[in-house]
Structure formats: structure tokens, C-alpha cells
């Protein structure tokens, strides 16, 4: 999966993936998302962001995920 818009720059924001150059993490994209933000809010919050970036960030961040196994607490553990 090709992505356009989330850019990794060792000298910048300590290597984090961010979306289009800009210092703004896919992380914290995705966890304004997950606090329950709406695309509007977040867009009023970070002006220099577009709709399709924050799209992007949740699709890098679904491509992430499914790279990786993480810890999880057993149902009834």
C-alpha cells in the first residue's frame, strides 16, 4: 500500500510518521479521531490539514497494525 501524504523524516519530530511534511503525527491524528473528534474539528484544529490526510492517517494506521501483533488483555483475564 502506497501512501502519499505521510512523509518520515529522521530530522524531524524524532523520525514519527506525520502527515504531508508537516509537524503533525499520524498518532496524534488517529487519537483525535479515537477521542471522538469529528473530521470538522480536527480540521479546525490543525488548519493545515486536509480531509484526505486524515483519511490516510487512518488507513497507515490500519496497514500498521495488521504489521504487527499487540499485546492484549484476554477477555475475563
Do not use: H, W
Not at 12 to 29: D, H, K, S
Amino acid at each position: 500500500m502506497k501512501f502519499s501524504r505521510i512523509t518520515v523524516n529522521p530530522e524531524q519530530m524524532g523520525g514519527v510518521p506525520c502527515i504531508r511534511g508537516l509537524r503533525i503525527p499520524v498518532a496524534t491524528v488517529v487519537g483525535m479521531v479515537a477521542d471522538g473528534m469529528s473530521k470538522a474539528e480536527i480540521l479546525q484544529a490543525y488548519p493545515d490539514l486536509e480531509a484526505e490526510d486524515i483519511r490516510e492517517a487512518l488507513r497507515y494506521a490500519a496497514e500498521a497494525v495488521r504489521e504487527r501483533e499487540l499485546p492484549l488483555v484476554p477477555i475475563g483475564g
